[in-house]
């Protein structure tokens, strides 16, 4: 059985021979051996919160992973579950190792080889954004739409709007959600730019811009052994490319489907995708004709990159992540109507005074979600 361990250093794999008769102690041994990480610096959980404990009063508190007795079976751990890891002290990330430029003995180097041999993927330690804070009110419109209407069943996505700090903390306070056709493992934007012109003038009389993409995975795709897909991939280095901000953040909001105990959570997940990639999209290495054969967990390169020590033309797509923590707030000096039923958008500014910034019509046609406080 192949399990997800997420930590502040991104996403890895352990290998785990004996699923049924692993215990949590005997898990760290596994995360010790194959992550280098000891045993006793490891606090372990299925809660991603963890990730945002800041003390150790804050580890103490999650505790669903605290005996080390307690067989893995019992936390419902499935192939490909995710468990969440804050450890203490410093690690190394195995990256690239130096390679001879001249290739092997005998062989003639073009330029494009040169320039390939150039080009290295690794892991990005830290992302620009320290943290994205999702207003509930927002988040729950969008999941609520998403789970009650379509049942993750198709996916949906949307432009996340808000504000970006100087210590690069992101706050999303409503989403728009384009003009689209949601298929199972595909999401199909049929962009506007006159009606995303109105949006941005909306953002700007709010005093917001736009500061992320978001987008659902359906309740097929949580059974994949992926994170984001090549084709998620591709789009969220397209919009995150096309913004030109560094604090840019994709989110990703699944349903959680727990088969032995019969219920479901609705789960969200921040990443930044990491500047190599960027890089990488801009300069046209990515193959974008994806065939239905193709595995849906790697990146397919026009030309040989450098993973480690390895040549290759495919690349996990993990690499390309850079996990963000998740926080939320409460919009309160801030007013965003849902369009649908208001004849305006308001903005209630600090004096109290609430200014229009939509017209009837622009209100009623768009698909906007944020705080529906009145």
């Known amino acids: 059985m192949m399990l997800r361990i997420r930590s502040r250093d991104g996403l890895e794999r352990v290998k785990v021979e004996n ?20 045993t006793h610096n490891q606090t372990l959980s299925t809660n991603q919160n963890l990730l945002l404990a800041k003390s150790i009063e804050d580890l103490i508190r999650f505790n669903d992973m605290s005996n080390p007795n307690t ?20 690690r190394r990330v195995p990256g690239p190792t130096a390679f001879s430029p001249a290739g092997s003995f005998g062989r003639k180097m073009t330029m ?49 709007y808000g504000t970006v700090s100087e210590e690069g903390k992101v706050e999303v306070n409503f989403i728009y959600e384009p003009p689209q056709q949601g298929l199972e493992e595909n999401l199909l934007f049929f962009r506007d730019p006159e009606e995303e012109k109105i949006v941005e003038a909306i953002a700007i009389g709010l005093g917001m811009r736009r500061v992320g ?8 795709q949580d059974k994949k052994d992926y994170t984001l897909s090549y084709r998620e991939v591709l789009q969220a280095a397209e919009y995150h490319a096309e913004s030109g901000l560094k604090e840019w953040v994709t989110a990703v909001v699944k ?33 974008t ?44 000096d801030t007013y965003l109507f849902y369009c649908a039923g208001y004849s305006s958008l308001v903005h209630l500014g600090a004096a109290g005074t609430p200014q229009k910034v939509c017209d009837e019509e622009d209100a009623g046609t768009m698909r906007l979600r944020g705080c529906s406080k009145m």
């Not at 699923?19 to 990480?37: A, F, H, R, Y």
């Not at 893995?72 to 002290?89: K, P, Q, R, T, W």
């Not at 959570?265 to 990515?286: M, P, T, Y």
């Open 255 to 287: 349903l959680e489907v727990n088969e032995e105990m019969g219920g479901a959570d609705v789960h969200f997940e921040a990443f930044q995708i990491s500047d190599v990639c960027i890089r990488l999209f801009k300069e046209g290495w990515f193959v």
């Open 19 to 38: 699923p049924n008769g692993t215990k949590v102690s005997e898990l760290k041994t596994i995360i010790q051996k194959q992550l280098g990480i000891p």
């Open 71 to 90: 067989p893995i079976s019992a936390l419902n751990l499935s192939h490909g579950s995710i468990v969440f890891l804050a450890y203490e002290g410093e």
């Open 112 to 160: 494009d080889d040169l320039i390939a041999k150039q080009m290295r993927v690794s892991r990005q330690e830290n992302p620009h954004c320290e943290l994205v804070s999702f207003d509930r009110d927002c988040a729950n419109a969008f999941q609520h739409y998403v789970n009650e209407t379509l049942a993750f069943a198709v996916k949906r996505g949307g432009f996340m």
């Open 289 to 332: 004709e994806i065939k239905e054969d193709h595995d849906p967990k790697l990146s397919i390169m026009k030309k040989d990159v450098v993973v480690g020590v390895k040549d290759t033309k495919e690349v996990d797509n993990d690499f390309f992540l850079v996990v963000v923590k998740i926080a939320d707030h409460q919009v309160h």
């Open 213 to 220: 993409f978001i987008f659902t995975q359906t309740v097929s």
